[in-house]
């Protein structure tokens, strides 16, 4: 499982940096970027997909 | 609101503005979503009501049949020549002028920024509360919330402190007075302009490290950006910055009062702030846009008109029961929780971490002084109407 950021639709909420700061940040727009580009480790699945379900614009799948 | 006839029916003639909508607009919209999902009123020369969050999304995301020329409903539209740049870019923007426009302020607002206003926007909410010991009932909108937001952004601006009461007259009369005629609207503008136009001049000579000064020296299109730009986006700030951040702020306020059972969990679970803020936020949000229809378009079945209006209601959206889960219940860790307070797609707020950091520091605060309080006299509580609603008069006991 890797986490899919789709930078077109993010408008930088920050849903998903404020809520999975290991996984998330963000750039000097507020716009997300993502920490952790490899595959997910076990227990971060949880983390990602809750950032993923918080996005208000459908901009993370975690697959 | 001056003017307009009650409402009798909401399904054909709907308005905004009127009370009912004020005190308590979500039976309102439930009843609208469930028997008249898309609202027409002929009211404001023709408007539209979506209440579901399908077609609020649907629409906030569609540029190509929706203009942002005006965002604020109203009997008069703004000339077409306005477009792309609009009264106030980047909210009255449309692409591809839009992007350069916001894309200029995020910084500006951008959590790492953000971050560094904490401890100053800390200490005023604590000068605010200290100024207040010894009442037994305290207004929390009138003697809290308006003023922090107030002083946040005249401070980031650069704006004399001391101004504040004359921002919020300029910003209530700009957002509450859309049922005014329209020559007194435009009176309303021209202060506000008149008050900002000396300031801006003042930094064309003197630049200093604030926001206006920070404007006036960024480029568009690889030139500097021309004041009546930057006077433009200023009043915007102010306009958008103010009377949306005291709404949530009293809005969560009224909530808890009312909520002897969420207010002790968030007194004991300190660290449920950060959720709680964003499910207050979803079940009271604060503001509505409005779009104006580009060409005659069918939008779900419906015939919309050039020029007809269309109100983005946020606030319905967030209680559509297609999209949460029991969308009328406050939980404060509610998760999934896709809210659109902020708005959605291009136009989404450029100041929520700003709003987030005010509405977080103020309730910390707040509840730190009084962790126990209720509402005074339910009754008393008095809602704007319009496209921003909070509460204007919110009495809260707050002592014995
Ligand atoms: C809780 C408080 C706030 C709420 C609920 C809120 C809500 C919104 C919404 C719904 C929009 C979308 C407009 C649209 O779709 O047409 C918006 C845009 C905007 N807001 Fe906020 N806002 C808040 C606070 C602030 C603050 C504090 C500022 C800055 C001082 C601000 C600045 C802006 C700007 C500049 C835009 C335009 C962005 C663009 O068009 O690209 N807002 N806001
Ligand atoms: S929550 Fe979604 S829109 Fe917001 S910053 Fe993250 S990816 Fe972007």
């Known amino acids: 499982m ?19 700061p290991a996984l998330f940040t963000y750039d000097d727009n507020g716009q997300a970027a993502l920490i952790v580009t490899d595959e997910l480790a076990d227990e971060q699945v949880g983390l990602a997909q809750l950032a993923a379900n918080n996005c208000p614009e459908y901009a993370i799948e975690v697959a | ?13 709907f308005d905004h503005t009127d009370k009912a909508w004020a005190a308590d607009p979500y039976p309102i919209m439930d009843e609208l979503r469930d028997t008249c999902p898309v609202a027409h009123s002929d009211r404001f020369g023709g408007a539209w009501l979506p209440t579901r969050h399908e077609d609020v999304s649907a629409i906030a995301n569609d540029t190509e049949h929706f203009t942002s020329r005006s965002i604020v409903v109203s009997e008069h539209r703004p000339p077409m020549e306005l477009a792309p740049e609009g009264i106030a870019p980047p909210i009255s923007s449309d692409p591809p002028f839009h992007a350069q426009a916001r894309r200029m302020l995020l910084p500006v607002f951008s959590p790492q920024t953000i971050d560094k206003l904490e401890p100053s926007t800390r200490a005023y909410c604590q000068e605010l509360l200290a100024a207040l010991q010894g009442k037994d009932v305290v207004d929390a909108a ?20 001391e101004d504040g ?114 499910e207050l936020l979803r079940a009271y949000a604060p503001v509505t846009m409005a779009r104006l229809v580009k060409e005659d378009f069918e939008f779900q079945g419906c015939p919309m008109k050039a020029e007809d209006w269309v109100l983005l209601s946020f606030p319905a959206a967030n209680r559509d029961p297609a999209f949460f889960e029991n969308p009328d219940e406050v939980i404060l860790d509610r998760s999934p929780n896709r809210h659109a307070a902020f708005g959605l797609g291009i136009h989404r707020c450029a100041g929520s971490h700003l709003a987030r950091m005010e509405m977080r520091v103020a309730l910390e605060e707040w509840v730190k002084v009084y962790p126990d309080f209720s509402l005074e006299d339910a009754g008393a509580v008095r809602w704007s109407g319009g496209q921003v609603r909070g509460p204007r008069v919110l009495p809260i006991q707050v002592g014995p």
Not at chain 2, 1 to 13: E, H, L, Q, Y
Not at chain 2, 253 to 271: F, Q
């Open chain 1, 2 to 20: 890797k986490i899919h950021l789709d930078s077109d639709r993010c408008q930088g909420h920050g849903r998903c940096y404020s809520i999975a």
């Open chain 2, 1 to 13: 609101m001056a003017g307009n006839p009650v409402v009798t029916d909401w399904t054909t003639d």
């Open chain 2, 142 to 161: 009138a003697d809290y919330a308006a003023h922090i937001p107030v002083r946040v952004i005249a401070n980031m601006l650069g704006l004399p402190e």
């Open chain 2, 165 to 278: 009461d004359k921002f919020r007259g300029f910003v209530l009369h700009v957002l509450e007075g859309v049922a005014l005629p329209l020559e007194e609207r435009i009176v309303g503008f021209q202060q506000l302009f008149e008050y900002l136009m000396p300031q801006i001049n003042d930094r064309v000579a003197n630049p200093k490290d604030d926001l206006i000064s920070f404007l006036l020296a960024s480029e568009l299109d690889g030139k500097p950006l021309d004041p009546f730009h930057v006077v433009r986006t200023v009043a915007l700030l102010l306009i958008a910055g103010i009377d949306t951040t005291w709404s949530a702020i009293g809005a969560s306020i009224w909530h808890l009062a009312k909520s002897p059972t969420d207010l002790k969990r968030l007194v004991n679970e300190p660290e449920l702030m950060p959720t709680a803020i964003e």
